[in-house]
Each structure stands twice: as C-alpha cells, then as structure tokens.
C-alpha cells in the first residue's frame, strides 16, 4: 500500500508516470540480447501483477530467512528471469545474442532416473552470465513486511509427470467469468486485461518499483517514505530502517508453532533494512495496528475528499478496478476490491486451499450472504512469521485491520479480518468461520504431506554414489552464484547461496546425480522460513556430465511455475 502511495505521489509531481517502463527508470533492467523481455514492463502492469515474469523468490529469499544480494543482485535475478508466456526454447547469454538452445550431441545419452533432468536438452532454460558476486553476502533477514505481500492462486500449478520435465510448467488459471458492473466505486480505468502475456503473481516486481521510487526521487526509498508519508501522519509506529528496528523493544517478532506445540522464533531481521529497497518496498516495513488505522483513514479521507495538501495522492487511480481476477474481485493499484457478498474476499492471500479442494464448502461460508451490497477495497499480506489484512469500505468510511505474528497452517489476519467484518455491520446470516478454519488448516498440513509423498515416490538411491568431489565447484547463472562444499563436521555435501553462510543446507543423495535439500518435516520447514515451498520439486539439484563424464552443469526449478534453469560449473 505504501509503495503504490509513494508511486502516486511522484506521479502527481510529474517525476513519474503510471505507465512507464520500470526500464525508464532503473536502466539495467533491459536485457540488452533480448529487450523485449524486460523493456515493455511498465509500473501499471507491475502494481497489477498483469506480466508473465517469473518469480525467482528462491534465488533472492533463501532458507533460514536470509536475503541473498544487494540492490544490484536483485535486478540483475529478474533480469535473467524467464517470461512465462514464452514458448522459446533457448538459452539467453549476457554477452551474445539470442540463439536456439541446443546441446544434442553435446552429451552422451544415458538412463534417465525418476525425477531427473533430461540431459540432452535442459528445460526451456535461460542464462545470463554471472557479472560478479555479493561475497561475504547478506546473513540477515527480518519479520518486517509491507502490508501487502500475498501468495495469491498464481501459485496453483499443474503437477508434473516426469516425462513432462522437459515442458515448460505454467501456472494454471482460474475460472474467469465478466465481471460485475459496478453501480458505485471505482470504475474500470487504463489498460484492462489487454492481450499479452499469462499473467503471474509476482510481488518481486514491487520490489523493482521501489528502486524506480527511488531513482526518481533522488532519495532512498526508505527515506522518501518516511518524509512523505509517515512524518506528515505522525506514524511513529511504522519502521522503515534497521537501526529504529533494533532499538525498539515492543516489536512482536515472527514466531512458528512446531508440532508439538512450542513456538520457535523465525529469523527474520533482514526484511527491514533501509539500504535495499526492493525488500521494504516488496515486504519490508512493518507498522502497528493504531498507525495503520491511521493510515487507512487518510486512504479514505483522500477518497470521498481530495485536497491539495493530502498527503496520499491519485487514490481515484490507485482504487479502480484495473484486471479481473477471477469474474468476483478485481486487482487495483497495489490493492484488490470488489463487492460483498462474495466469497473470495481474503482470497488475494493464502487461505485458498478449500477453495481450490472443495469450492462448495468454501462458498458456503461467505459472509453477508442476506446482507446489502458493499463495496470494499482489500489488501493481504503474508510473510515467514507474519500475516496482515486490510479491508476498507469507503462507503462507510470504516477500515478492519488485523496484524499475527505467527504463520503456520493457513492465515490468522485474514480469519480475524472477516470476524470483524462481520460483526462490525451486523452482517446476516451470522456465519461461524470456525469450521471453515479447520479445514483450511488441515488442507495446509494435507499439502506438505502431499509434497513429502511425492518426493519419497520418485526418490530412486543408486546403489553406488559417484565420488563426492565431482560435484564441488562454484556454479553460476541468473546473477546467482551457487556453491557446492563439503561439510567438514558432517562429511556431506552443502550447498550455499552468494557467499551467504547462514543460507546452507545439507544435502542427500536423492538419484543419480541428483541431491536434496527440501526439508523432511513441517517443523524444518517454518523454522527456515520456507513457506512458500509446496512443490518438492525446488527441493532438487540436478547435475549434469558433459562428454568425458565430468560434471559441468547444474539444474534447478528454483519455483513451481518456471522452467528448469542452468548453473554453469566454473
């Protein structure tokens, strides 16, 4: 909310323009081998999550909470991102132009095992060549998170057979139907769901905006925000930098619950940090409940009565219905909104697993079925220990906000939120979420076992495993360098991120030439902050033998919804 505030603000100053190539601003976004990729990306789209950029979160979030580059990393990471609504099977090089990607005959053919790469012809890959290393790189990471980061159901997608490895793997799209017309609020306004490419939630490219924020200011993003927004509204609750952080002793840090019960606390500490602004402007400032009430306030204030000393600018471009999601909700600029009744309010968070199992049962829970029609304007937000959710109703000039420390088997802010919503208008007929609540916590635990399921059912240990040392090296690719080690206290192999120490992870022999590194219980997992894995796949490092049998090449499908990439041994 915060970042599409700052955008309409430099917008209404003439220094930026909605739909502007983010390349316009941040010049080493374009890909100079291949521009159309990165060049035609404007700020709209970006707010609107209407481009088919893949989202290689891996490569920049690891395990254990850590972020893994600096500002330069993080651009040059979506540079070499693939397009997903591109059928073009070829490798991309940072020093030659676009060629077919073809390497038969380059290897000789041998058995592929369960869940292995073809070595032959590496999946749909892109390469951008490795332009340096952030050594001795980022080791922190924090709870902080702009209200506004949400998994959404772009992250629906297709289960893989392992014949299929060698297609590339796209998100699959929810059922679209008109949307409503709108008697009253926001109406449709700009570029609504032209052609182009299959849209992919990626909230990566929020990021990139606050290095545009911040390019075209001329101050740090965490600055401009600061000066801009929070002072003028006396928010002294919300933090935008590392060193209030620290000295605040009331932060209610991110906490997991583990099986049996007990809590552990999830590194977090790099999330607020004033020098990257692609993670505060992503998922980075946190805030309390009072000043983001206060916040919402403005919103509304600036809503129904825009003034010249308004601190928030452009609301009735930030609150229009710009790109249906699904025929019910709509995406706004950095925000969601539609009427109620209707199911799906929340649904731009991560409480969509009875959805997508069992829609009926979902359906049966909306609230304010007998209720009048209102229209609301939402925001969710998820993170590795965190949760938020806004709903606003202009009509009503009324705001629900919820705030958890906690993120375990589905999304408390959001259940919260809808409670609230509930009783604050009398909604009929009353509905208990509870039922509702219990099912989604239970299709969240279903989904890990599924995964586990899955990676035990492909997993095929040879009988021999070639000699570790094969595999040590530096493999590098996407901006990302990938370092493969011994563990001296375990005598196994480890991988590690960008020099990142507190980003390894030990590995095991999974097949021939292939090793794991998915964590093996629920609690591994939400005690390294891996949330967003739900595909076991991103768990798997392939590696591939050139001709003499030396290794060369490592393959990883660093997201569910994108090829395999390519990591050149060097």
């Given at each position: 909310m915060f970042l599409s505030a700052?955008?309409?603000?430099?917008?209404?100053?003439?220094?930026?323009?909605?739909?502007?190539?983010?390349?316009?601003?941040?010049?080493?976004?374009?890909?100079?081998?291949?521009?159309?990729?990165?060049?035609?990306?404007?700020?709209?789209?970006?707010?609107?999550?209407?481009?088919?950029?893949?989202?290689?979160?891996?490569?920049?979030?690891?395990p254990n909470g850590y972020f893994l580059g600096d500002e330069?990393?993080?651009?040059?990471?979506?540079?070499?991102?693939?397009?997903?609504d591109d059928d073009r099977d070829q490798a991309v090089d940072a020093d030659s132009d676009v060629v077919p990607h073809s390497e038969s005959g380059a290897d000789e053919p041998?058995?592929?095992?369960?869940?292995?790469?073809?070595?032959?012809?590496?999946?749909?890959?892109?390469?951008?060549?490795?332009e340096g290393t952030v050594e001795g790189g980022s080791d922190r990471v924090d709870e902080g998170h702009e209200r506004g980061y949400a998994e959404g159901h772009a992250k629906q997608v297709e289960k893989r057979s392992d014949e299929a490895l060698h297609e590339e793997q796209r998100p699959r799209k929810r059922s679209k139907?008109?949307?409503?017309?709108?008697?009253?609020?926001?109406?449709?306004?700009?570029p609504t769901d032209t052609p182009g490419p299959q849209p992919v939630y990626n909230?990566?490219?929020?990021?990139?905006?606050?290095?545009?924020?911040?390019?075209?200011?001329?101050?740090?993003?965490?600055?401009?925000?600061?000066?801009?927004?929070?002072?003028?509204?006396?928010?002294?609750?919300?933090?935008?930098?590392?060193?209030?952080?620290?000295?605040?002793?009331?932060?209610?840090?991110?906490?997991?619950?583990?099986?049996?019960?007990?809590?552990?606390?999830?590194?977090?500490?790099?999330y607020?940090?004033?020098?990257?602004?692609?993670?505060?402007?992503?998922?980075?400032?946190?805030?309390?409940?009072?000043?983001?009430?206060?916040?919402?306030?403005?919103?509304?204030?600036?809503?129904?009565?825009?003034?010249?000393?308004?601190?928030?600018?452009?609301?009735?471009?930030?609150?229009?219905?710009?790109?249906?999601?699904?025929?019910?909700?709509?995406?706004?600029l950095g925000y969601y909104c539609g009427y109620l009744p209707v199911a799906t309010i929340g649904g731009n968070g991560i409480n969509c697993r009875t959805e997508e199992r069992d829609p009926s049962f979902f359906d049966a829970h909306t609230i304010g079925r007998d209720s009048p029609r209102r229209f609301f304007i939402g925001h969710n937000g998820v993170w590795s220990g965190y949760a938020s959710a806004v709903f606003m109703?202009?009509?009503?000039?009324?705001?629900?906000?919820?705030?958890?420390?906690?993120?375990?088997?589905?999304?408390?802010?959001?259940?919260?939120?809808?409670?609230?919503?509930?009783?604050?208008?009398?909604?009929?007929?009353?509905?208990?979420?509870l039922p509702l609540v219990k099912r989604e916590a239970g299709a969240w635990y279903r989904v890990f076992c599924e995964m586990l399921i899955e990676w035990l059912e492909h997993r095929s240990v040879p009988d021999r495993e070639a000699d570790l040392h094969e595999y040590i090296g530096k493999y590098e690719g996407f901006g990302t360098r990938i370092t493969i080690f011994l563990q001296e206290e375990t005598g196994r192999l480890a991988v590690m991120f960008n020099s990142c120490r507190k980003w390894t992870c030990d590995r095991e022999l999974y097949n021939k030439d292939v090793y794991s590194f998915l964590p093996l219980t629920r609690d591994?997992?939400?005690?390294?902050?891996?949330?967003?894995?739900?595909?076991?796949?991103?768990?798997?490092l392939h590696f591939q033998r050139g001709p003499t049998e030396e290794v060369h090449r490592l393959c990883w499908m660093y997201d569910a919804t994108e090829p395999y990439a390519n990591f050149e041994k060097v």
């Open positions: 700052a955008v309409g603000i430099l917008v209404d100053q003439v220094h930026m323009g909605w739909d502007d190539p983010i390349s316009k601003y941040i010049p080493e976004f374009k890909r100079a081998n291949d521009p159309r990729d990165c060049e035609e990306i404007t700020i709209r789209q970006a707010l609107l999550h209407s481009i088919g950029l893949g989202r290689p979160q891996t490569l920049l979030l690891g330069v990393t993080f651009v040059r990471v979506l540079r070499g991102t693939p397009r997903l041998r058995k592929e095992e369960k869940g292995d790469v073809p070595r032959e012809a590496p999946i749909g890959a892109r390469q951008e060549t490795f139907g008109a949307q409503e017309d709108q008697e009253e609020g926001p109406t449709k306004e700009g909230n990566l490219l929020y990021g990139l905006i606050a290095l545009a924020v911040q390019n075209a200011s001329g101050q740090r993003y965490s600055d401009f925000v600061q000066e801009n927004i929070l002072d003028p509204l006396d928010m002294r609750h919300t933090v935008v930098n590392r060193s209030k952080l620290e000295s605040n002793l009331n932060v209610a840090h991110g906490y997991a619950q583990l099986q049996d019960g007990s809590y552990t606390r999830v590194a977090t500490e790099d607020t940090d004033e020098n990257h602004a692609p993670i505060l402007g992503a998922a980075g400032i946190r805030s309390s409940v009072n000043d983001m009430l206060e916040w919402t306030s403005t919103l509304l204030r600036a809503y129904h009565a825009p003034t010249e000393d308004s601190v928030v600018r452009e609301i009735p471009t930030l609150w229009k219905s710009q790109r249906d999601i699904d025929g019910k909700v709509s995406y706004a109703f202009p009509e009503t000039k009324s705001a629900v906000m919820a705030l958890a420390n906690g993120l375990n088997l589905s999304d408390a802010a959001d259940w919260s939120a809808k409670i609230l919503t509930q009783a604050l208008f009398d909604m009929k007929p009353h509905v208990d979420l591994q997992m939400l005690t390294k902050g891996m949330v967003d894995w739900d595909d076991y796949n991103v768990g798997l």
